[in-house]
């Protein structure tokens, strides 16, 4: 069964007058869709998920930073929290391989939003060496992160053994995401990062599993 993937991210220094310095340097590296015609959303909610959303602003495509960000600042505040809805292109089976939009959310939380303990990762750490994360913060710190990126289901990152050559398709999603991870790890004063999956299992953990078995 797939798992919904997340990246999450805690920062150094971090406080509410840097969040929005940061979220800028996440939207400014996020390789956004080419392909889609679908409107993107931005969303700002307060206090915690549980209450309603404060705005709710489509864009339509290319998405336009700058008015989000204009947006976010606006309603700038330490218990804020920030979601862009949008798209990236990945390589996706329907009948057949195609690159096409992908949905993922791009995530902003100040440091007195009281995210939920349920989004909490369970996953083991792997060592600093792997490209995928970092050792992760103690129990108590791993609800508050500062940053985090909604990938969709981790299928999309996984080798499908009964689909024609998915693991060359797949493995350029997987190159797609490290990408992504390395320029964020090289653009922001990462504290820890955590590559992870709903379930609680080690993504990393999975992966090599998963190509293991593939190449059997």
Known sequence: MADQLFLSYWLRNYSDATMLRNYEKLLRLFPFSRLANQPSTFKIMAVDPTEPVVAEIPYPPPVPIDDVLAVAKDFQNVDASYRLETWWDLWLYEGEWKLAPARVALCCFGPEFNQSPSAVPRALDVPRTS???????????????ALEIEFGIDANFLPQPDLPDSPHMIESNIKSLLKLVHDLDDALPVETRRLWSESGENFAEKLHQALTAVSE
């Not at 490209?131 to 992160?145: R, S, T, Y």
């Open 131 to 145: 490209v995928l994360a970092f050792p992760g913060p103690d129990e108590d710190a791993a609800i508050g992160c």
